[in-house]
């Protein structure tokens, strides 16, 4: 595939130029990734949504323990992090993320390293340890780690004075913007019709109204977006993201990762949001193929199907994955072992779709597994989700909790690096749809087991996938069974797995699926 050029009547070629805004489970940072290798310039702007799997370190960093929360993780206090993020994903508060962008594609060189300097620093201050004086005890362990450094004096108060020019800056510009928003009167908001819900929902008058804070947005601040909208040639936003081109009236995509589900036909500011977002986008990317009956109930203009994007670097087995395989059979005494890395929640009685994993379906398929067929089979699971201690109890109840090890929530690198060491993945098994982590699997040569509904995907994909097609307990322990009876059948599964990957799931594809849009949008 060749660079991206784009040719305006009256410009010579240049580089295409892409936003994207929002970044859930790294979806926008890993397109741009790949995007990038290919000459587009990209810029993603996350704003301050911190979550682990939304920064590119979860991605892309080599440790094994961060330090902070999920929703707040510390990065300048994780060790063995061994990267840095690029100046072109921009994870920080809108003030700051968008005067950022702003100087950036004006080419205001000091102005940019400025507010990047800033709009970090803030992010760093949100995401340490502390209640009221966060940020003094921010900005004294910043100093404390100049000093041990061996960092002049005149450094540490640099950075104190950075500080407080963020305070302050921040008091200053949201004071500015509660002063120029005026009120607006409540407006009834429209819903898609045809899933129980009537072709138009009136939002409470006293609650949050998408559409009224759209609307009701500063001229001035208006007009920044608007400007900074109009340089980029393409604008994604990711999820629910279209809040900024909305306002802009900039004509955008979106990329849809479970978003359309349920959300948009909910009465909440996130849902009319939604609903808004993808009934007004010129184009929708959507990766979940059991959502086409909620893209054709909303009636979108335009829609294609794109797979999930992986983050190929670690796609292989390594010296590491290899110890971690040698110190796992020793741990559990094993010569059998499947990760099931899904967030676990199961509820029988509800099932619902936004949430549930079926964790129980697998925990009693492989609990017959090790009574009937391998004592020695172990597994791999994620210590996440609402439904640990459930997991937990029902693996107590069947008498097979010896057999499993339980992990803490692990970054890609290491995620891949428990692929590669063990023999199968077992990802979900209720909803009929899978995401990003099956084709890590089939990217790695493993198997993958989980219950595909191949109705929905038919539209999706020419060939289906090699999965492990399970739905019930009797399900999986038939095919844990065949696999472990059966090496050959094991080897031409995981085969057909990466085969399958490289021709109907690779980022080449999902690279080229974008350009052939983008090139259309941008000439229009």
């Known amino acids: 595939m060749q660079n991206a050029q784009l040719k305006i009547d009256g410009e010579d070629a240049r580089p295409l130029r892409v936003l994207f805004i929002d970044n859930i489970a790294n979806n926008a940072y890993l397109n741009a990734k790949a995007l990038r290798r290919h000459g587009v310039e990209v810029d993603v702007y996350v704003g301050g949504y911190y979550h682990i799997m ?3 370190e979860w991605e892309e960093g080599g440790f094994t323990h961060f330090a902070g929360t999920h929703n707040q993780p510390d990065w300048t206090r994780t060790a063995d992090l061994n990267y840095t993020r690029p100046d072109w ?5 809108e003030p700051f993320g968008l005067r950022y962008l702003l100087a950036k594609t004006e080419g205001r060189q000091l102005a940019a390293r400025f507010w990047w300097k800033i709009g970090n620093l803030d992010r760093e201050i949100d995401c340490s340890n ?3 004086g966060k940020a003094v005890r921010s900005g004294l362990v910043g100093g404390y780690k100049f000093a041990r450094k061996g960092m002049a004096a005149v450094r540490k108060l640099q950075r104190l004075f ?11 510009t949201q004071g500015r913007l509660r002063a120029e928003r005026k009120p607006v009167a409540p407006v009834p908001v429209p819903v ?17 109204n998408a559409l009224r804070d759209i609307e009701s947005t500063a001229p001035a601040y208006r007009d920044a977006i608007k400007t900074l909208m109009s340089r980029y040639d393409i604008v994604q936003v990711y999820g629910a993201g279209g809040r900024l081109p909305l306002i802009a009236g900039t004509p955008f995509l979106a990329f849809e990762h479970g978003t359309l589900r349920s959300l948009p ?3 909440s500011y996130m849902g009319q949001l939604t609903y808004l977002t993808y009934t007004r986008a010129k184009h929708a990317f959507i990766t979940n ?19 999930h994007p992986v983050n190929e670097d670690s796609l292989h087995e390594t010296p590491e994955s290899q110890a971690l395989r040698q110190s796992l059979c020793q741990e559990l005494d094993t010569d059998f072992i499947v990760f099931h890395p899904s967030r676990q929640h199961w509820e029988p009685e509800v099932r619902s779709p936004n949430w549930e994993k079926g964790n129980d379906i697998f925990i009693r398929g492989f609990a017959r597994f090790v009574k009937e067929v391998n004592p020695r089979a172990s597994a791999v699971m994620v210590d996440w989700g609402l439904s640990v201690p459930a997991s937990r109890a029902l693996l107590e109840e069947l008498g097979v909790a010896d057999r499993v ?30 995401g990003s982590t099956a084709p890590k699997a089939w990217g790695c040569g493993k198997p993958a087991m989980f219950y595909l509904n191949e109705e929905q995907h038919r539209w999706c994909f020419p060939v289906l996938p090699p999965v492990l097609n399970v739905r019930t307990p009797e399900d999986v322990f038939e095919s844990l069974r065949r696999l472990h009876q059966d090496p050959q059948y094991m080897r031409d599964v995981s085969q057909e797995s990466q085969r399958w990957y490289q021709a109907h799931h690779s980022n080449e594809l999902i690279t080229q699926k974008l350009l052939d849009v983008y090139r259309d949008q941008a000439q229009t």
């Open 130 to 132: 502390g209640g009221a």
């Open 89 to 93: 994903v921009i994870q920080m508060r």
């Open 289 to 307: 193929a059991d959502v086409l009956g909620s893209a054709q109930r909303l009636e979108l203009p335009s829609y294609s199907f794109i797979p």
């Open 54 to 56: 939304a920064c590119p």
């Open 405 to 434: 090890r339980w992990i803490q929530p692990v970054p890609n690198a290491l995620m891949c690096r428990y692929i590669a060491a063990t023999d199968l993945l077992a990802d979900q098994f209720w909803l009929g749809s899978f």
């Open 192 to 208: 898609a019709a045809g899933i129980d819900t009537p072709p138009v929902a009136v939002v409470d008058l006293a609650g949050p």
């Open 162 to 172: 950075k500080l407080c020019a963020r305070v302050g800056f921040r008091l200053i």
């Open 265 to 267: 036909f909910e009465p």
